[in-house]
């Protein structure tokens, strides 16, 4: 039942300060928080994007009023202490996917337009974080205490492997429930397993193929590829609506492929670029004999996205279908090296796909390497923790909404009990020139974000009404 005093409450608490929400999303967004192992160092693991991200966002806690905590540069938190040092946690992520090409608004500042944040960052996570955090303030700022402790955690690794939460779990013991602001409302109580593979063909120093890059992250649909390849005397090649070509004169041609990027999770939303790469070299006959095959499997890799190009099909009641996208790929010691993301059900496991693609890839003379994997992590619906967001998404929009399940990865699936909790509602639709997390653009509604400001206020309230 909706609390129509409490709503008023936070309705002009939101109005009193958005416009330091955005200053602090702003803040965040500044900084390119991407991986880069090669400058990591003590106290910056992960590269310094994520530890001067990290810093900036534990800086903003404190001076909320919070005790914050810096884990060594992997992670950190911030706490809003209770009657007990039982914790509800929530856990948001400072660290980004590279930006990759294709922008037409600047990647790492805020651009605000028609009542949308676009820069990278903004949707996946640093804005959802700021907004969560400020839920936490605005009970501070009302005077509460509650009965658990509330722990905001602060990870720099969830694009790129969760060495972040790895390092958490070792040293500290779990929150009793957390949830992550980082995926669809209304509430996700299962993730899909994850699968992450690097696929190398056998050598190729003789190939016509000199060049090949697309992609900027395995988990995402690449929305731009590149290749040089050899055309000898050819005065003419026409491109396509999506490949353009442009011969050198020195018997090479330099193809531009423009796909659509999209998170590996929905790669039904995307068009991979490395694809349209590949199928145009096989069209036109550009390629080696030793080429050919290999790209032959490519094609049918890249361009059935939910695995019955190479035998890997499957669904189950839960879940739904298994996907697979090529996220990445480049030539590197004369082999094609094509990244993997698979989002993959119960019905099948890391080994099962492992043996399924070397099996298809072998017949190619090309190896696979599997390099990450996450089992399919499942809670129940009906768990008071669950049902209390799913009350909160309902009350503050008016919706009677039901839990759902995914195949996107979140921090949920690291810890004993979490899940997953907004703030995308993709039913409703951006304007063309607003992109999607992990692509170019990147952007989220005000009014979205505003929306789930009220969702995460009355959701701590009912988490702690529940007993978490």
């Known amino acids: 039942m909706a609390d129509d005093q409490l709503l008023n409450d936070i309705d002009a608490y939101l109005d009193e300060n958005w416009e330091s929400m955005v200053r ?3 803040t965040l967004v500044r900084i390119p928080s991407f991986e880069e192992l090669d400058k990591a160092e003590e106290g910056a693991p992960f590269g310094p994007g994520p530890r001067q991200a990290l810093t900036a966002v534990l800086d903003l806690a404190a001076g909320m009023g919070f005790e914050t905590h810096d884990c060594e540069g992997y992670i950190g938190y911030a706490d809003f202490p209770g009657e007990s040092d039982t914790q509800l946690g929530i856990i948001g992520h400072m660290d980004v996917v590279p930006a990759g090409p294709g922008w037409n608004f600047p ?15 903004c949707l996946d996570d640093k804005g959802p974080s700021v907004v969560a955090l400020w839920a936490m303030k605005y009970w501070k700022d009302r005077g509460e205490k509650f009965p658990c402790t509330i722990r905001f955690l602060f990870g720099a690794n969830e694009e790129s492997g969760m060495g972040d939460v790895a390092y958490y ?3 500290y ?4 429930f957390l949830f992550t602001p980082d995926a669809e409302f209304p509430v996700c109580y299962g993730e899909k397993g994850g699968y992450d593979a690097v696929i190398k063909s056998e050598p190729m120093p003789n190939r016509r193929v000199r060049k090949l890059v697309g992609g900027a992250a395995t988990n995402a649909v690449p929305g731009q590829a590149e290749a040089v390849v050899e055309v000898g005397d050819l005065t003419q090649l026409p491109g396509t609506d999506r490949v353009a070509v442009e011969l050198d004169g020195n018997g090479c041609a330099r193809l531009v492929a423009a796909g659509k990027s999209a998170h590996a999770s929905m790669p039904e939303e995307g068009v991979n670029a490395i694809a349209l790469i590949v199928d145009f070299l096989l069209e036109n006959d550009l390629l080696t004999r030793e080429e050919r095959a290999f790209f032959e499997f490519e ?3 890249l361009n059935h996205t939910d695995g019955s190009g190479v035998g890997l099909k499957t669904s189950d009641e839960y879940f739904g279908a298994l996907t697979i996208v090529g996220g990445t790929v480049k030539v590197e010691d004369d082999r094609f090296m094509q990244t993997v993301d698979s989002r993959f059900p119960t019905s099948i496991d890391g080994d099962e796909i492992t043996a399924i693609l070397t099996r298809e890839a072998g017949k190619v003379g090309a190896s696979v390497e599997n390099t990450l994997l996450m089992v399919p992590f499942l809670v129940k619906p009906d768990t008071p923790a669950i049902q209390a967001l799913l009350d909160a998404y309902n009350e503050v929009t008016g919706e009677d909404a039901k839990p759902f399940t995914m195949g996107g990865g979140t921090y949920a699936r690291e810890f004993a009990s979490g899940a997953s909790f907004g703030p995308e509602r993709p039913w409703i639709k951006d304007p063309d020139w607003v992109g999607s997390m992990h692509g170019p653009d990147e952007g989220v509604s005000e009014e979205l974000l505003r929306a789930s400001f009220c969702i995460y206020a009355v959701a701590l309230k009912r988490l702690m009404d529940a007993g978490l």
Request: glycine share 10%; charged share 35%; no cysteine.
């Open 173 to 176: 013991a779990d929150p009793a």
């Open 299 to 301: 094609s049918r890799l």
């Open 24 to 26: 602090d999303i702003a």
């Open 169 to 171: 779990r070792k040293h």
């Open 107 to 121: 990647a790492y500042d805020v651009t605000r337009k028609e009542g949308y944040l676009i820069g990278r960052g």
